[in-house]
Nanobody, 129 residues
Framework: QVELVESGGGSVQAGGSLRLSCVDSGYVSRTYCMAWFRQTPGKEREWVANINSDGKVSHHDYAHSVRGRFTISRDDVKKTVYLQMNSLKPEDTAMYYC????????????????????WGQGTQVTVSS
């Protein structure tokens, strides 16, 4: 069973940085994709970034809106996935969720929320101008 717990959210001014963490406390296997999504009230959950089981990431693994500012990484020893967020903008304000896909290959990761079976409770990020 996968149990995901996010942390690291908070309030920052535009241009600032935050690092989100997602711990898999129910770790079974690392052969699956992990992703970060975000959501604001009244809007659908938006894909932010994903990382495959090998930890390989390309620019295609980031949403256009965060490319060049956010970095996703994973530490399998610590059972943790990170999202380093730099040059934050007010439009980055959202609840951020990490998610795991245990049914895919673990090599090619999806951008669609429907393919992720396990979700954390979310951590709020607020960026003021």
């Amino acid at each position: 069973q996968v149990e995901l717990v996010e942390s690291g959210g908070g309030s920052v001014q535009a241009g600032g940085s935050l690092r989100l963490s997602c711990v898999d406390s129910g770790y079974v296997s690392r052969t699956y994709c992990m992703a970060w999504f975000r959501q604001t009230p009244g809007k659908e959950r938006e894909w932010v970034a994903n990382i495959n089981s090998d930890g390989k990431v390309s620019h295609h693994d980031y949403a256009h809106s965060v490319r060049g500012r956010f970095t996703i990484s994973r530490d399998d020893v610590k059972k943790t996935v990170y999202l380093q967020m730099n040059s934050l903008k007010p439009e980055d304000t959202a609840m951020y969720y990490c998610a795991a896909d245990l049914t895919g290959s673990g090599v090619v990761c999806s951008e669609a929320a429907k393919w992720y079976q396990f979700w954390g409770q979310g951590t709020q990020v607020t960026v003021s101008s």
